[in-house]
């Protein structure tokens, strides 16, 4: 890939139901409100389809094609189908490369939760689970609905945001975009 091209990448790392999508949703029209062009790239663990059997589309996929680009007026869509492999999952570097950077200001990952990028880990003390921030050095900020320890947040040395105010949110990566290191916004292209 480019390395003139690149884009800033920041990632939403939590547990299975803490909130990053929903907060992805109410971030995302506040940058795009400051006038960027914003990239999205969601990991799943779940199998997607798209399409129904009856679309043509659907069709073509499973007649053989490795990959099929549906272009509209509205939207354009690239599969990939892996016959070859199972259970293979996606690598961060190879899902950024297929985005076209040069329509993009900044790029938000969910999920990709183990891979190296910088990441704001989205997190809900009521539902137990650990602290990522805790064990993830590439973690920049917590936004969370609940108390964390004084003692803690200073040990991790990251920002806490409040997970229900998702302009603050979007403050802290508008910020991170003009002030954050290079290495910081350009870390998920070296991810493996």
Not at 44 to 64: C, M, N
Not at 100 to 129: C, M, N, Q, W
Not at 146 to 167: C, F, K, S, W, Y
Request: with cysteine; charged share 25%.
């Amino acid at each position: 890939m480019d390395s003139n091209k690149l884009t800033p990448v920041i990632g939403f790392a939590g547990f299975s139901g803490s909130g990053k999508t929903t907060l992805l949703e109410q971030v995302i029209p506040q940058i795009k409100a400051r006038g960027l062009r914003v990239g999205v790239l969601k990991h799943s663990h779940h199998t997607i389809e798209p399409d129904p059997p009856t679309k043509d589309s659907y069709r073509l996929r499973y007649a053989g094609s490795d990959q099929l680009l549906l272009a509209t007026a509205q939207r354009h869509m690239l599969f990939f189908e892996y016959h070859d492999v199972e259970n293979r999952e996606p690598a961060l570097t190879e899902c950024l490369a297929q985005l076209d950077h040069s329509r993009l200001d900044v790029i938000l990952v969910e999920g990709f939760r183990d891979a190296t990028l910088t990441k704001i880990e989205v997190h809900r003390p009521s539902y137990g689970k650990p602290l990522l921030c805790q064990i993830d050095n590439n973690i920049v900020a917590l936004a969370t609905d609940g108390a964390v320890e004084m003692h803690q947040r200073n040990e991790m040395n990251i920002e806490t945001l409040d997970l229900n105010q998702p302009t603050h949110v979007a403050q802290f990566i508008l910020h991170w975009l003009e002030h954050g290191s290079k290495e910081q916004k350009y870390r998920a292209y070296s991810s493996n």
